[in-house]
């Protein structure tokens, strides 16, 4: 995966999801966040919460010495937000996350379930460890895409001496559907979702160049077959109700009741009967 990343589509790729997590992230507030994966991108780069961390799972990186801190951002992205530090490197099993339960505000999955051991744990932790209103940001390969159609035929190419590196060696693509079926299951409302990255994969990034057009042609009229998606989820708790805070109910309380004035008077003769 590192050294696919290098390559005109890796960088292709990495630019495009850069962009659209600094969109996103900025907004999304709170005290602790983390990133699971793929350090090549700076997915955090543009949020705001005092306590960040860049996690990689330690299963996929062989020997430990191995192991070096977060890159930064790719070329062209813009800068980390004003006085805010690098987030932290973390080094961890995804199945099994070193956070308490409800306590982080934001996880960022960059292709962390296609790559995971098991997704459906790794998932599973996400929403053991997410606060209710939390934010899931998830990123992925669409299997129904022009580079799914090239990694499915890759094994057939291999086998009649075509040798293909379009895509990464690894991993089992997780289609967009799917994952919001997955997501609702874990009582995730989806927020949004888009698709990107609508050129082929191809070697070269003159070639690359030249199939600029179908950025704008695929957002317009094949939006669904973006070889990435973008989804952004919010953890959801039936039957919660938010409260406001303890002193406005104090302050209802103490308050005294109003007394209302009787205009019509009252007869000694109904007086002395209720005697």
Known sequence: ??????????????????????RTVGDLFGFHAVQLGLPQ???????RMPHRW????????????TIQAPCGPPEGAPARVAGQPAPRALVTD????????????????????????????????????????????????NPASLWGAQQRTAPLLSRL??????????????????????????SFDIERGRFGCYRPALRSQQWLDRFGWMEPAGDRWWPVLGAVYFLVATKRVRG??????AWKQRQQSQR???????REPISESSDASRR
């Open 54 to 65: 860049t996690a990689v799972d330690r299963l996929s990186l062989g020997d430990p010495a």
């Open 94 to 141: 995804f199945d099994a996350l070193p956070f308490e339960t409800q306590s982080l505000d934001l996880v960022v999955l960059p292709h962390t379930l296609e790559l995971a051991r098991d997704p459906h744990q790794t998932l599973r932790e996400v929403d053991r460890v997410l606060v209710p209103e939390g934010k899931l940001v998830a990123i992925g390969l």
């Open 1 to 22: 995966m590192d050294e696919w990343l290098l390559t005109p589509a890796g960088r292709y790729l990495l630019a495009w999801e850069q962009q659209q997590l600094d």
């Open 240 to 245: 919660m109700r938010l409260i406001g805070p």
């Open 161 to 186: 001496g075509m040798g293909t590196d379009f895509l990464p060696p690894r991993g089992d693509l997780i289609g967009y559907w799917r994952l919001r079926d997955w997501l609702r299951l874990l």
């Open 256 to 262: 005294a009741r109003a007394v209302a004035a009787r």
């Open 41 to 47: 991108l700076d997915g955090l780069g543009q949020n």
